[in-house]
C-alpha cells in the first residue's frame, strides 16, 4: 500500500541513527474557549460550565506511533490544527483538561520542543538567504559541535530532501523570483529537521501546492517515518488518492470529538458496517467527512460518542472534566554558548541587512544626498555674524535632528517579520532571547555609524561649521547616537505592537512629541508642569544641546563672536549658551543620557520578548 512510484531519485532516503522512539498519546484530552465568568469562578474545566462557553476537543483519545504517518482529518472547525498545537505542547497546560503522555510519561514540554520539530501552515523564511544558508543558520544554532558538524548535517539534508539543484538559489517571497512552493515547503521542514527529531509535526503541509507537489512532500515524509522510525503528526483538509495511500493512521476529528482512530482500511469497514457504501471514484475519507453530520446523529442515537473511535479506547470512553493536564517543565538547555548564538545571529543579521536593497541602499544614499542637499541649502551659513544667521544655525541643529530620529522608523517593518521567525526559533529552544537582542544591537552599531558619517561628511563642512576636526568629530557622534536612539525605539516598539499599522503610528506620535516638548518649539519655562516629564523624556533635547554647545562652547566660544552690531561684538558664543540655559558640562553628561536611552529601549526590548515567549511556553 505504502510503495512510492512518483518520487525522483532526489527522494531516495538517507540511513541515519535512530533515536529513542516516541509514542504520543491522549486520555480524554479536552480544550474550550472560557467565557470570562468560567474564568473568575473556576468553573473552565468545572462539570458545570455556562452555556457560552465553546467546546474545541471534547475528551479526545487518540495516540501516534513511531514508525507510522499520523494524520489528523476533518471539516474546517473540527479541532485539527488545534489538537496538533496541544501534542505540540504550544497550548498552555492550564487551559487543557486531561493527559497528554509521550512513551506512557507525562510531557516534559521544554524537552518535548527542544526533540521535536513543529512547522506551521504559514513558512517563516528569510526571503534574502539561501536554501544552503537557511538550513545552515538553523543548523548552526540548534546542533552543537561548531560549523563542520552543521555543514555535514546540512549536506545530508539537502540531499534527503531533494533541495541539492536549488542549494544556492534564495528563499524569495511573491514580490521576487525565488523557489517554487513546493520547494519552499521542503526548506521549511528541513528548518525543523536539522536536530534530526525524533517527533515531526506539520500543520497541513499540502496547503497551497499543486497534486504533485503536494504527493512529494508526503511521500517524503512517508518515507522518514518508515525508515528513520520518526513519529510524524500532520494536518490535513481533503487528500486525494495517492496521498491517502501514503497514510499509516488516521484521526479523525468532527465537532471536537474524535470519530476514528486508526487505519484507512479499519474505517472503511466500520463504515460499511454502519451501512454507508462508498461510491465509485470517492475516497473514504472525502466520503467520511461528507457523511460526517450523519455519523454524529447515529452516535447520539446509541449512546456512544465515539462511534467510530479506537476498539479499546472508545469502551472507557467518559467525559471527565475534572481531570487535570499534566505537564512538566524544565530547564532550557540550549546547544550553543551565548557568545557562540551572538555571533551566529550576528551573522545572519548582517547577510539580511545587506541583500535587503530597501533598507541599504536606500538608507546609504538617502543619508548621502540629505547630506549634500542640506549642506547646499544652508552653504556658509555657519560662517555669517548676525541674529539671522544664528536663528539659521539653530534651525539648521533641529531640522538635522528631525530628519535623523525619523529616517529609521523604516525599519519596523523589517523587525516585525524577523519576529515572527524569532517567537519559532525561540519556542525549540534555538537560543536565549538574549542572545537575540545583543545580536541585533551590535549589527546595528557599524551599519548606522556608516550612515552617519555619509550625512555629516558633506553637511558639517558645506554648511561651515566649527572648523576643526575635533568638532567634526563629536557632531559625527552626536549623530550615531541619534540614529541608535532612533533604531531602538523602533525595535522596542517592534516588539510590542502587533501590526505595521499600529506600530508606524505610535512610533509617528511619540516622534512628534518628543519635537514638540524639546524646548525648541516652547521653552521649558512655558512647559505646564503636568507635561515636564515629556521634556525630559525627549530624545530630541539632549543631541539638540550637544550640538549646539560643540558649536558655541568651549574655549573657541568665549572669543567666537556671533552677532555684530555696528562693527561692534555684542553676542559670544558662551553667552548665548548661558542665555538658553546649556551648560559646558552637559557637552558630555548628556551624551550619557543618549546612551542610556539606547541601553533603556534595548532593555525594554529584551523584557518584552523574553515575555512573549514566556507566554508562550507556559
Same mark, same amino acid.
Given at each position: 500500500?505504502? #510503495?512510492n512510484? #512518483?518520487m525522483?531519485?532526489?527522494?531516495?532516503?538517507?540511513?541515519?541513527?535512530?533515536?529513542?522512539?516516541?509514542r504520543?498519546?491522549?486520555?480524554?484530552l479536552s480544550?474550550?474557549? +472560557?467565557?470570562?465568568?468560567?474564568?473568575?469562578?473556576?468553573?473552565?474545566?468545572?462539570?458545570?460550565?455556562?452555556?457560552?462557553?465553546?467546546?474545541?476537543?471534547?475528551?479526545?483519545?487518540?495516540?501516534?506511533?513511531?514508525?507510522e504517518?499520523?494524520?489528523?482529518?476533518?471539516?474546517?472547525?473540527?479541532g485539527k490544527?488545534?489538537?496538533?498545537?496541544?501534542?505540540?505542547?504550544?497550548?498552555?497546560?492550564?487551559?487543557?483538561?486531561?493527559?497528554l503522555?509521550?512513551?506512557?510519561?507525562?510531557?516534559?514540554?521544554?524537552?518535548?520542543?527542544?526533540?521535536?520539530?513543529?512547522i506551521?501552515?504559514?513558512?517563516?523564511?528569510?526571503?534574502?538567504?539561501?536554501?544552503?544558508e537557511?538550513?545552515m543558520?538553523?543548523?548552526?544554532?540548534?546542533?552543537?559541535g561548531g560549523?563542520?558538524?552543521?555543514?555535514?548535517?546540512?549536506a545530508e539534508?539537502?540531499?534527503?530532501?531533494?533541495?541539492?539543484?536549488?542549494?544556492?538559489?534564495?528563499?524569495?517571497?511573491?514580490?521576487d523570483?525565488g523557489?517554487?512552493?513546493?520547494e519552499?515547503?521542503?526548506?521549511s521542514i528541513?528548518?525543523?529537521?536539522?536536530?534530526?527529531?525524533a517527533?515531526?509535526?506539520?500543520?497541513?503541509?499540502? !496547503?497551497?501546492?499543486?497534486?504533485s507537489?503536494?504527493?512529494n512532500?508526503?511521500?517524503?515524509?512517508r518515507?522518514?517515518a518508515f525508515?528513520?522510525?520518526?513519529?510524524?503528526?500532520l494536518?490535513?483538509?481533503?487528500?486525494?488518492?495517492?496521498?491517502l495511500e501514503q497514510?499509516?493512521?488516521l484521526? /479523525?476529528?468532527?465537532?471536537?470529538?474524535?470519530m476514528h482512530?486508526?487505519?484507512?482500511?479499519?474505517?472503511?469497514?466500520?463504515?460499511?458496517?454502519?451501512?454507508?457504501?462508498?461510491?465509485n471514484?470517492?475516497?473514504?475519507?472525502?466520503?467520511?467527512?461528507?457523511?460526517?453530520?450523519?455519523?454524529?446523529?447515529?452516535?447520539?442515537?446509541?449512546g456512544?460518542n465515539?462511534?467510530l473511535?479506537?476498539?479499546?479506547e472508545?469502551?472507557e470512553?467518559?467525559?471527565?472534566?475534572?481531570?487535570?493536564?499534566?505537564?512538566?517543565?524544565?530547564?532550557?538547555?540550549?546547544?550553543?554558548?551565548?557568545?557562540?548564538?551572538?555571533?551566529?545571529?550576528?551573522?545572519r543579521?548582517?547577510?539580511?541587512?545587506?541583500?535587503?536593497?530597501?533598507?541599504?541602499?536606500?538608507r546609504?544614499?538617502q543619508?548621502?544626498?540629505?547630506?549634500?542637499?542640506?549642506?547646499?541649502?544652508?552653504?556658509?551659513?555657519g560662517?555669517?555674524?548676525?541674529?539671522?544667521?544664528?536663528?539659521?544655525?539653530?534651525g539648521?541643529?533641529?531640522f538635522s535632528?528631525t530628519?535623523?530620529?525619523?529616517?529609521?522608523?523604516?525599519?519596523l517593518?523589517?523587525?516585525?517579520?524577523?519576529?515572527r521567525t524569532?517567537?519559532?526559533?525561540t !519556542?525549540?529552544?534555538?537560543?536565549?532571547?538574549?542572545?537575540?537582542?545583543?545580536?541585533?544591537?551590535?549589527?546595528?552599531?557599524?551599519?548606522? /555609524?556608516?550612515?552617519?558619517?555619509l550625512?555629516t561628511?558633506?553637511?558639517?563642512?558645506?554648511v561651515?561649521?566649527?572648523?576643526?576636526?575635533?568638532?567634526?568629530?563629536?557632531?559625527?557622534?552626536?549623530v550615531?547616537?541619534?540614529?541608535?536612539?532612533?533604531?531602538?525605539?523602533?525595535?522596542?516598539?517592534?516588539?510590542?505592537?502587533?501590526?505595521?499599522?499600529?506600530?508606524?503610528?505610535?512610533?509617528?506620535?511619540?516622534?512628534?512629541?518628543?519635537?514638540?516638548?524639546s524646548?525648541?518649539?516652547?521653552?521649558?519655562?512655558?512647559?505646564?508642569?503636568y507635561?515636564i516629564?515629556?521634556?525630559?523624556?525627549?530624545l530630541?533635547?539632549?543631541?539638540?544641546? +550637544?550640538?549646539?554647545i560643540?558649536e558655541?562652547?568651549?574655549?573657541?566660544?568665549?572669543?567666537?563672536c556671533?552677532?555684530?552690531?555696528?562693527?561692534? +561684538?555684542?553676542?559670544?558664543?558662551?553667552?548665548?549658551?548661558?542665555?538658553?540655559g546649556?551648560?559646558?558640562?552637559?557637552?558630555? #553628561?548628556?551624551?550619557?543620557?543618549?546612551?542610556?536611552?539606547?541601553?533603556?529601549?534595548?532593555v525594554?526590548?529584551?523584557i518584552?520578548?523574553w515575555?512573549? +515567549?514566556?507566554?508562550?511556553?507556559?
Amino acid at each position: 500500500m505504502h #510503495t512510492n512510484t #512518483t518520487m525522483g531519485s532526489s527522494f531516495k532516503p538517507i540511513s541515519c541513527t535512530r533515536k529513542t522512539p516516541y509514542r504520543l498519546e491522549t486520555k480524554n484530552l479536552s480544550y474550550k474557549l +472560557c467565557n470570562q465568568l468560567d474564568k473568575l469562578t473556576s468553573l473552565c474545566f468545572g462539570s458545570n460550565p455556562t452555556s457560552s462557553s465553546k467546546f474545541i476537543l471534547k475528551d479526545v483519545n487518540c495516540e501516534a506511533r513511531p514508525g507510522e504517518l499520523t494524520t489528523i482529518a476533518g471539516p474546517s472547525g473540527a479541532g485539527k490544527t488545534t489538537l496538533l498545537e496541544i501534542l505540540a505542547g504550544r497550548i498552555p497546560s492550564r487551559k487543557v483538561s486531561g493527559q497528554l503522555l509521550v512513551n506512557h510519561k507525562p510531557m516534559d514540554v521544554n524537552r518535548f520542543r527542544r526533540e521535536s520539530g513543529y512547522i506551521t501552515q504559514e513558512d517563516t523564511l528569510f526571503p534574502s538567504l539561501t536554501v544552503r544558508e537557511t538550513l545552515m543558520y538553523s543548523a548552526l544554532l540548534r546542533l552543537p559541535g561548531g560549523r563542520k558538524v552543521a555543514a555535514m548535517r546540512v549536506a545530508e539534508l539537502m540531499k534527503q530532501l531533494g533541495l541539492d539543484p536549488i542549494a544556492d538559489s534564495r528563499i524569495g517571497n511573491g514580490s521576487d523570483h525565488g523557489i517554487s512552493g513546493g520547494e519552499r515547503r521542503r526548506v521549511s521542514i528541513g528548518v525543523d529537521l536539522v536536530h534530526d527529531p525524533a517527533v515531526i509535526l506539520i500543520d497541513e503541509p499540502t !496547503s497551497g501546492l499543486d497534486s504533485s507537489s503536494a504527493l512529494n512532500v508526503i511521500s517524503l515524509l512517508r518515507l522518514m517515518a518508515f525508515n528513520q522510525g520518526k513519529t510524524i503528526v500532520l494536518t490535513i483538509h481533503q487528500p486525494g488518492f495517492r496521498i491517502l495511500e501514503q497514510l499509516d493512521r488516521l484521526i /479523525l476529528l468532527s465537532d471536537g470529538f474524535v470519530m476514528h482512530n486508526g487505519s484507512l482500511n479499519l474505517l472503511e469497514a466500520r463504515l460499511n458496517l454502519s451501512g454507508h457504501q462508498i461510491p465509485n471514484h470517492v475516497n473514504v475519507l472525502e466520503f467520511s467527512i461528507d457523511v460526517m453530520q450523519s455519523l454524529i446523529t447515529l452516535t447520539s442515537e446509541s449512546g456512544n460518542n465515539q462511534f467510530l473511535c479506537n476498539d479499546k479506547e472508545h469502551q472507557e470512553h467518559k467525559m471527565r472534566m475534572q481531570c487535570s493536564m499534566i505537564v512538566k517543565e524544565k530547564e532550557i538547555l540550549y546547544s550553543n554558548s551565548p557568545m557562540e548564538e551572538i555571533l551566529i545571529l550576528g551573522q545572519r543579521f548582517c547577510s539580511n541587512i545587506f541583500r535587503t536593497k530597501q533598507l541599504f541602499v536606500t538608507r546609504v544614499i538617502q543619508a548621502l544626498v540629505a547630506g549634500l542637499i542640506l549642506g547646499t541649502i544652508f552653504l556658509n551659513v555657519g560662517s555669517k555674524q548676525s541674529k539671522l544667521a544664528l536663528q539659521t544655525r539653530s534651525g539648521f541643529f533641529a531640522f538635522s535632528l528631525t530628519f535623523l530620529l525619523s529616517s529609521t522608523t523604516e525599519g519596523l517593518p523589517i523587525f516585525l517579520e524577523e519576529r515572527r521567525t524569532f517567537m519559532n526559533e525561540t !519556542s525549540r529552544g534555538a537560543y536565549r532571547v538574549s542572545s537575540y537582542v545583543l545580536a541585533n544591537t551590535f549589527v546595528f552599531l557599524p551599519f548606522l /555609524l556608516m550612515v552617519g558619517l555619509l550625512y555629516t561628511t558633506p553637511v558639517y563642512w558645506l554648511v561651515g561649521l566649527r572648523k576643526d576636526i575635533d568638532g567634526f568629530l563629536y557632531f559625527s557622534l552626536v549623530v550615531w547616537l541619534v540614529l541608535l536612539m532612533s533604531n531602538s525605539l523602533v525595535a522596542c516598539f517592534s516588539a510590542l505592537v502587533p501590526n505595521f499599522i499600529m506600530g508606524s503610528s505610535v512610533i509617528a506620535g511619540l516622534m512628534g512629541s518628543f519635537f514638540l516638548f524639546s524646548g525648541y518649539f516652547i521653552s521649558k519655562d512655558k512647559i505646564p508642569s503636568y507635561w515636564i516629564f515629556m521634556h525630559y523624556i525627549s530624545l530630541f533635547k539632549y543631541p539638540f544641546e +550637544c550640538l549646539m554647545i560643540n558649536e558655541y562652547g568651549g574655549e573657541q566660544g568665549k572669543k567666537r563672536c556671533i552677532e555684530v552690531n555696528n562693527e561692534e +561684538c555684542t553676542l559670544y558664543g558662551v553667552e548665548f549658551l548661558r542665555q538658553q540655559g546649556m551648560k559646558e558640562s552637559h557637552k558630555w #553628561t548628556n551624551l550619557a543620557l543618549m546612551l542610556s536611552f539606547i541601553i533603556g529601549y534595548r532593555v525594554l526590548n529584551f523584557i518584552i520578548l523574553w515575555s512573549r +515567549c514566556y507566554k508562550s511556553r507556559k
